[in-house]
């Protein structure tokens, strides 16, 4: 089948690193990867839920698709270098079976580079050869991708552990989920419509209230489940009273208030001085705090990150 996309697309983001798998999946390299195995320094994930960063395997099926188009957003969207698509035109979807081993072969591919390294920890390095975790979050929205049970529950099934990042826009596709995800995330990028509309610029009718939907699907969920809320200066870094309101419907076990990050294509879109200070992010979490009654766990001044909850202590995942 011939791609939906243009190969002038396929080549910026190969150039971006990006080591595509089939005709819609990709594995990009994450810099804690590197930060792991070269200076012994870890992602929050790993401080926060036990996940070991060097075994991290950072992957999408949708490379190309999403419902929106978040300014913050790292990937490349339609108009990003004058290359456009359409983002909701959906492929034929290729067999999770199939982008499980193409992933974990372009896992391979982007750690073979560091065996030669003298700065390598050669240990970390050989066990890094099997990873162990699946983050499903690299780009594009995975609750499209059809068959995301069948994927979930493939790397399970290797004895992986995943976490699937959504941006909550296609709740039917988490009701239907056969198989729940090790730890289930949420965006909730907003505080309100207008501000949702303007930030998050969906492609999709009724996104704001689908995501609502979402919220209101979380309580069932056996899996740990977390709400995300990238925030961005002069943009939707407020009102933290009217998220406490939305993030009340999904009673989720984590929050996580991050700061946006000026990296990747969301530099066409953003500039530096949207990126908040982690101070800023310790004042809106204490904010979020008194809102709700969560506690304060833990927090990642690196990844500009803090993490709340109504537990004492996070939940270690074996990954």
């Known amino acids: 089948m011939q791609s939906l996309v243009s190969n002038k697309l396929i080549q910026l983001l ?51 698709y999403c419902t929106m188009r978040c300014l913050f957003c790292w990937r490349a969207q339609s108009g990003d270098h004058e290359l456009k698509w359409d983002e909701m035109q959906l ?33 970390k390095y050989k066990t890094a050869l099997t990873p162990k975790h699946a983050a499903i979050s690299l780009t594009g929205e995975p609750t499209l991708y059809a068959p995301l049970d069948g994927l979930i529950r493939g790397f399970h099934k290797r004895g992986f552990t995943t976490f699937v990042v959504s941006n909550g826009t296609v709740p039917e596709a988490l009701s239907r989920l056969s198989e729940e995800p090790t730890q289930l995330y949420i965006s909730v990028s907003a505080f309100d419509k207008k501000t949702f509309l303007k930030t998050c610029r969906p492609q999709i009718p009724a996104a704001w209230e689908k995501l609502n939907e979402t919220l209101s699907l979380l309580p069932s969920f056996k899996c740990p489940t977390v ?48 990126m908040p200070t982690h101070p800023e992010i310790q004042k809106f979490a204490a904010q979020l705090t008194k809102e709700m009654g969560y506690n304060i766990l833990d927090e990642s001044p690196q990844s500009r990150v803090v993490l709340l909850s109504r537990l004492e202590k996070p939940i270690k995942l074996s990954g």
């Open 227 to 274: 709400i995300r809320i990238t925030l961005a200066r002069n943009l939707n870094l407020e009102h933290p009273e009217l998220y406490a309101q939305l993030i009340r419907k999904a009673n989720p076990t984590y929050v996580e208030p991050k700061a946006y990050m000026h990296v990747g294509f969301s530099r066409l879109r953003l500039g530096f001085e949207n």
């Open 14 to 64: 190969k150039k971006q690193k990006y080591h595509l798998v089939g005709r819609h999946s990709a594995v990009k390299r994450c810099r804690w990867l590197y930060e792991s195995l070269i200076h012994n320094r870890v992602c929050y994930k790993q401080r926060f839920y036990g996940i070991k960063s060097h075994q991290c395997l950072q992957m999408t099926p949708t490379l190309f």
């Open 91 to 123: 492929p034929e979807w290729d067999a999770p079976e199939d982008i499980i081993e193409g992933a974990i072969q372009e896992q391979l591919k982007i750690l073979s580079g560091y065996k030669g390294n003298p700065k390598t920890n050669l240990e």
